[in-house]
């Protein structure tokens, strides 16, 4: 029942068309010009390298591990071009998947094959309403009728076309292609040592496993008959039948003796080797890759590894989505850090404290620090006189009234209040108390 439900609504919101036309329109170009060619003559095209990245446990672990983290990035939209669009890019940016699956699969794609394309979801009016992350067997750049395209071969065969200008594209290791990134080759030798790493902790293991023994025939026998004899003792003492835990060998054999398997270890240094390659590659280290990591370290992951991420696909969408008058007027989408809090208490409290006196931070921001959900009015800066909030400041800021007393002579207390006596030189006439004065200088506001 509850599969043909969700068959019933994909078929209501796609309207019946097939997956590639909620992409690209039908576009395919099966007619091209010709091949789009940069300066150096070399014509721009992408090919998904099958070198099995993402085939391995360790490797596959730290692509998991980077992307697991940048899903966690919030997307924002400033100005008011595509302001609507904002809890659509928060929550659902496709009809197929919510934010932190797009980011996720952005930032695999990256991992993985350096390259990575996001494309525009548009309405039947040709208006934005959504964006797709897209993975490509292969992508040439063409050019029909002057208009530039990006054509994409996928795996079963069928293909899709988009404007250049329109899609994004996210690369890590960019050099010899001036459009699309490097492939993983460079990682390839580190893969085959980590395949014959397992091969021979396997083997090793099922050997280690076995019990042996090496046995000395007595008499000469024929070839054929040693064999016959080894499979007989094997299968009357080796095998699951023998629970008697005996072994009985007649004079055919003189010396029998068990041969000792010792436990296969691992090279230590090799494992740490391989290890410390891959870390490298992907610019993690086993402190994250473990969860283990601790605010330093986690700071320097973040900002060498999360934030450029953060920054070109915060650029790459901006582009693609907005258009030069746009981005001129303020109109950019930004991926910004909110949920990555892996800080101290101490650190924690010490930002919410010293940010919010200061204004830099409202009571969602603080909120958001600590992980707990926001509050009503937390948009409100407040700073320091003590805690006003910032658009009571100009009510609140007065000039102190300092009321000056004048101080009554020896022999004078109690004997003469001073009123209506005319103040002699070097003394303060004292102000009317008409009830609504303050004495000293606590009238201050």
């Not at 209501?12 to 068309?17: A, D, S």
């Not at 036309?21 to 090919?47: A, C, Q, V, W």
Request: hydrophobic share 35%; glycine share 6%; net charge negative.
């Amino acid at each position: 029942m509850r599969r043909a439900a969700e068959k019933r609504r994909i078929e209501r919101r796609v309207n019946g068309i097939k997956f590639l036309d909620y992409l690209f329109h039908g576009k395919e170009l099966r007619y091209i010009d010709s091949y789009f060619k940069m300066l150096n003559g070399y014509s721009p095209t992408f090919t998904s390298y099958s070198g099995g990245v993402y085939e391995m446990d360790l490797t596959r672990t730290a692509v998991n591990n980077f992307a697991t983290h940048c899903s966690k990035l919030k997307p924002e939209i400033t100005g008011s071009a595509l302001k609507h669009l904002e809890k659509t890019l928060q929550h659902k940016p496709n009809y197929f998947m919510d934010t932190t699956k797009f980011i996720k699969r952005l930032a695999t794609y990256v991992a993985v094959e350096h390259t990575a394309f996001i494309v525009p979801i548009e309405d039947k009016l040709g208006r934005l309403c959504g964006w797709y992350p897209l993975r490509a067997e292969r992508c040439e750049v063409v050019e029909v009728k002057g208009q530039v395209y990006l054509r994409y071969l996928f795996a079963n065969g069928e293909h899709g076309a988009i404007e250049f200008e329109k899609v994004g594209i996210i690369t890590d290791f960019e050099y010899t292609d001036d459009l699309f990134g490097e492939d993983n080759r460079t990682l390839k030798p580190t893969m085959q040592l980590i395949h014959t790493q397992n091969e021979g902790i396997i083997n090793a293991v099922k050997n280690s496993a076995n019990i042996r023994f090496l046995a000395k025939v007595a008499n000469m026998l024929k070839p054929e008959d040693i064999r016959k004899e080894r499979e007989r003792f094997t299968e009357d003492n080796l095998s699951a039948d023998n629970d008697s835990g005996m072994i009985i060998y007649d004079n055919k054999f003189s010396e029998l003796k068990q041969v000792e398997s010792k436990p296969y270890t691992p090279n230590a240094l090799q494992m740490q080797n391989i290890q410390e390659n891959v870390c490298t590659h992907f610019g993690t280290n086993m402190d994250i890759l473990q969860n283990k990591f601790n605010e330093e370290t986690w700071n320097a992951y973040y900002e060498g590894k999360i934030e450029p991420f953060a920054i070109q696909l915060s650029l790459v969408m901006s582009n693609m989505t907005f258009s030069d008058r746009e981005i001129a007027c303020g109109n950019a989408i930004t991926f910004s850090a909110n949920r990555l809090q892996y800080a101290s208490n101490a650190t924690k409290l010490q930002v919410s404290t010293q940010l919010f006196d200061r204004a830099l931070l409202n009571r969602n921001g603080v909120m958001d620090i600590w992980n707990m959900s926001h509050v009503e009015d937390g948009e409100k800066y407040y700073i320091r006189k003590e805690y006003t909030e910032v658009s009571e400041l100009n009510n609140s800021n007065k000039e102190p009234q300092i009321i000056i007393q004048q101080i009554p002579q020896a022999g004078q207390q109690g004997t003469d209040d001073g009123k209506g006596k005319e103040p002699t030189e070097g003394e303060t006439k004292e102000p009317p108390d008409d009830g609504k004065q303050k004495e000293g200088v606590n009238n201050a506001d």
